[in-house]
């Protein structure tokens, strides 16, 4: 739950504390950025011959998704890192598809142990079903720099589900 201030109104959840895991992985890889998170319904427009209205009617049509962006500072997590090689491989059978869901997080709604080991009841999930690895980018190298090297996972995905 939302933290609560002494007027009873409820604090937002900030957007810095979020979650990201994959359906069949063990490892947990850290992520500094997600971006992307859309679905777009198209219209479709058509007006009967014998209507008595000269506007068209409106429908639904298909539903798109974008891609999403994870940016990670690079990590030793084995798991993730050979799901995304198994996707941009050349040599691949069949694309290794997971689905990926990713928690906002109330760290204010418990012991910051609950948050690392289990969701809390009050956050905000998406989930995308059958996602794959669309892209690839290793981290910029520079020696004269103290940068954390950043890599970034373009991701595609069929399905859009926000459960709560």
Known sequence: MATQNSSGLYY?????????????????????????????????????????????????????????????????????????QNCVNERRKETPRQNVTIELIDINAGSPETVVSATVDSTLQWILKDAWVTKYTGPDLNSSTSEVAIESVEIAYEELTIPN
């Open 12 to 84: 937002p959840l900030t957007k810095m504390n979020f979650l990201v895991s994959l359906t069949n992985a063990n490892g947990v890889a850290a992520f500094n950025e997600v971006t992307g998170i859309d679905a777009t319904v198209d219209v479709i427009e058509f007006r009967q011959g014998n209507a008595n209205s000269l506007a068209p009617v409106k429908i639904q049509g298909l539903v798109k998704h974008g891609n999403i962006t994870l940016k990670m500072g690079y990590t030793r997590n084995q798991d993730f890192k050979i799901w995304i």
